[in-house]
Structure formats: C-alpha cells, structure tokens
T-cell receptor
Framework: AQTVTQSQPEMSVQEAETVTLSCTYD???????LFWYKQPPSRQMILVIRQEAYKQQNATENRFSVNFQKAAKSFSLKISDSQLGDAAMYFC???????????FGKGTSLLVTP | DAGVIQSPRHEVTEMGQEVTLRCKPI?????LFWYRQTMMRGLELLIY??????IDDSGMPEDRFSAKMPNASFSTLKIQPSEPRDSAVYFCASSRWGPGELFFGEGSRLTVL
C-alpha cells in the first residue's frame, strides 16, 4: 500500500517569509501524481498544486512551488512571500496512475504570524 | 458550474440513531469518493464509485456503514446505528478520472452523542 508521510505536524512562518513543508511517500509505481491540498478553517479542501511524476520540471503556481525528488520519493511545498491567508492545514496526497483514489498524509498545520 | 454539494453541513444525533449523508458530485465526473476526517486518523478513504458502481469499499469500517449511488448525480452514506466514535467530518469528492484532481464538498460534520 502506498503511504504518505508528513513529518511536521505544525509549522510557523512570519508574514512575507518563505516556508517549506515536507512530504515523503512510499510506492513501487512509476507513474503517479502528487498533490498539495490546503484546508483553511472553513474546512473546504482546495487544490494548491499538482505534479506529474513523469515530469522532471517542478510545478509552480504563483507563490507556491514544489521540490519533487522522484528517486528520494520526496515532494516538498515551498510557499514564498507568506500571507496571513496561507494559514491552514496542508495535506500532501498521492495517486497512482494504476489506481483510482488519492492517499493523504496526516497534514501540517501552518501558522502565519504578522 | 456548481461544485460538489453535501448535506447536511452539520448533524448532531444520539447514539443508535440512523444518519444519512448526501452528496451531489460535479456533473460529468465519473468518480465519486467518500472520505472521513478525524484528528487521530486524518483523511481516510471509505469507499469510491466509478460510473455509479462501487469499486472499493475496503475502507468502510463496519457493516453499520453503507453507501449507495443510485444515479450519476447523487450518493448517500448511511450509518445505522450510529456510535460516538463515528463522530468526524465526512467529505464527498468527485473527479473526472481516478487519480486526477479531486474536487471536495464542504464536508458534513457529524457529532454522535
């Protein structure tokens, strides 16, 4: 079974600074997708960024970027110029191309301080 | 286009009562998923459907849990009888294809007293 591990239960960053959230996963598949989801206090799960394993280039969405290390099975999320609205739970998720559902990590709670 | 719609948003019930959670997926999405979120266990997949057919229900914790998808625009998750340990947020999500991007509903927070 594929597992997703987020080793940082909580992280804190000052406004305008940069923070990196870690995620590792375990799989024997070669084709898969990785995702970062954000869950603010409103509870709504929102997709932040997606990475296809076959792409060597790291995905970027505005202030959000990933560092995808396929050999190391690592998928970290970097948030630049952090804003108060970035405060939320962040979940890393894995989906095998041969499968159907996403497996989620336990999440990292991000606190943004003024 | 409307997103995934879940109801009720909040449900408080007493132990032993039947609970029914409802979900309307995004039109055109072939996959529907039910997840449960708790502090201890995080997000757990309960069951998912492809074209209204249940594909994998191995995550359903007990026989007290059942899920149906009678048509492409409606699914239910039923707990009968409910127990306090069922208290959680239940999410419904849909996607165009299996491991693709999931679109989540706002979740149903269930409290069983």
């Amino acid at each position: 079974a594929q597992t997703v591990t987020q080793s940082q239960p909580e992280m804190s960053v000052q406004e305008a600074e940069t923070v990196t959230l870690s995620c590792t996963y375990d799989t024997s598949e070669s084709d898969y997708y990785l995702f970062w989801y954000k869950q603010p206090p409103s509870r709504q799960m929102i997709l932040v960024i997606r990475q296809e394993a076959y792409k060597q280039q790291n995905a970027t969405e505005n202030r959000f970027s990933v560092n995808f290390q396929k050999a190391a099975k690592s998928f970290s999320l970097k948030i630049s110029d952090s804003q108060l609205g970035d405060a939320a739970m962040y979940f890393c998720a894995y989906g095998a191309l041969s499968g159907y559902a996403l497996n989620f990590g336990k999440g990292t709670s991000l606190l943004v301080t003024p | 286009d409307a997103g995934v719609i879940q109801s009720p948003r909040h449900e408080v019930t007493e132990m032993g009562q039947e609970v029914t959670l409802r979900c309307k997926p995004i039109s055109g999405h072939d996959y529907l998923f039910w997840y449960r979120q708790t502090m201890m266990r995080g997000l757990e997949l309960l069951i998912y459907f492809n074209n209204n057919v249940p594909i994998d229900d191995s995550g359903m914790p007990e026989d007290r849990f059942s899920a149906k998808m009678p048509n492409a625009s409606f699914s239910t998750l039923k707990i009968q009888p409910s127990e306090p340990r069922d208290s959680a947020v239940y999410f419904c999500a849909s996607s165009r294809w299996g491991p693709g991007e999931l679109f989540f509903g706002e979740g149903s927070r269930l409290t069983v007293l």
